[in-house]
């Protein structure tokens, strides 16, 4: 019988050795209502099953089914926007080539990547 004390290094132990094991792969966008009272149910990636990542999805970490993402990142956007928000895109796969679905001022659409 292990006591707590060890049982709580083995975890520590474990995380730490999981630690940087990202997979391949993105989150989806966080559209939803923020549940703040909800802890976080992963830490990161090594805690999800296969083809699951761990994302922020209403305001906490859970697993989630990832997502792919093409290269590159999205440019910032320092616009401020005047009207209701219109979401163009939901994901990468919904733009053309090498254009990525990117958060903006007014909402997501495609846009050419930022390369580095």
């Known amino acids: 019988m292990t006591s707590q004390r ?7 132990r474990q ?3 999981a630690a940087g094991r990202e997979k391949f ?5 966080d559209d939803g209502p923020c549940l703040l009272s909800v802890p976080d149910h992963c830490m990161d990636d090594s805690q999800c099953p296969a083809r699951m990542k761990c994302c922020s999805k209403a305001c906490f970490r859970q697993c989630v089914p990832m997502i792919s993402v093409k290269p590159g990142s999205c440019p910032e956007d320092r616009l401020q926007c005047l009207s209701p928000v219109q979401h163009l895109c939901h994901k990468d796969a919904d733009c053309r080539g090498s254009s990525r679905c990117c ?3 007014c909402g997501r659409d495609c846009r050419n990547p930022i390369q580095g």
């Open 6 to 12: 060890e049982e709580i290094f083995d975890r520590q």
């Open 15 to 17: 995380e730490t050795s």
């Open 25 to 29: 792969g993105g989150c989806p966008p």
């Open 103 to 105: 958060l903006g001022a």
